[in-house]
């Protein structure tokens, strides 16, 4: 059985030992707990055996020092770190005030850009430059991408939006893709027109209106439908 050293006790169950109260294991040994100033022991045989005051921080394994909380900071509720107030952003050991640009407001974040343009403005460089809407558009919500949308009926080319202009035989279609409108049943696209669908024998529009496909029993070969043998 392993000899139990100075200043430790066997443990309440099975074999082995453990440093007294006041002490610390260490190479084997239970060593004495120093405690600096401005912390308190823990009476954990473990780690250090002692923790810093709140507002100190550990220097190394036999110091505690004040944590300096800069101007325009607080000290974190862990006692042993500091966070910058709303309106400031950390710079190395420093809090610096939040420079806020014409049309912005402070953010709600800890990371990226500390504001946040107003709506109908957009970050530009270190300011926020009005957004320029085009006829028939509206500002939308989108944190990111296109900050405006086309209206009912037009749809964007380039930075202006343009109206739908419908053929005949179709209607219009609020898809945000296409052309912005789909043809009648019975008529498929042709260019910017609706053609009127063609259909061979033994078959039927499908589902869509759109397009036809053989009855049942039969194939299509060559734009016709071919009864299967």
């Given at each position: ?9 066997p ?7 453990k ?99 107003d ?35 037009f ?64 194939r ?10």
């Amino acid at each position: 059985m392993q000899a139990i050293p100075e200043n430790a006790s066997p443990q309440s169950y099975g074999d082995g030992w453990k440093c007294d109260i006041g002490y610390r294991l260490n190479a084997g040994s239970c060593v004495a707990v120093i405690v600096p100033m401005n912390a308190y022991e823990t009476n954990r045989a473990y780690g250090l055996g002692w923790e810093c005051f709140h507002g100190f921080r550990a220097d190394g394994e036999a110091d505690c020092v004040a944590v300096a909380v800069p101007k325009g900071g607080y000290l974190a509720p862990s006692g042993a770190r500091w966070h910058c107030l709303r309106g400031f952003t950390k710079l190395d050991d420093t809090c610096q005030k939040v420079n806020l640009p014409a049309n912005a407001y402070l953010a709600d974040t800890s990371y990226g850009s500390p504001w946040v343009c107003d709506r109908g403005f957009e970050a530009v460089d270190d300011a926020c430059s009005a957004i320029v809407v085009p006829a028939n558009a509206y500002l939308n919500t989108s944190a990111y991408g296109q900050s405006w949308t086309c209206e009912r009926g037009f749809f964007q080319q380039a930075s202006s939006c343009v109206a739908v202009m419908v053929p005949e035989n179709a209607y219009f279609d609020d898809a945000t893709y296409g052309n912005g409108w789909r043809c009648e049943r019975g008529y498929a696209t042709s260019g910017q027109a609706c053609a009127a669908i063609d259909v061979p024998e033994n078959a039927h529009l499908d589902r869509s209106g759109n397009r036809w496909e053989c009855n049942r029993n039969f194939r299509k070969s060559k734009g016709l439908c071919l009864l299967i043998n």
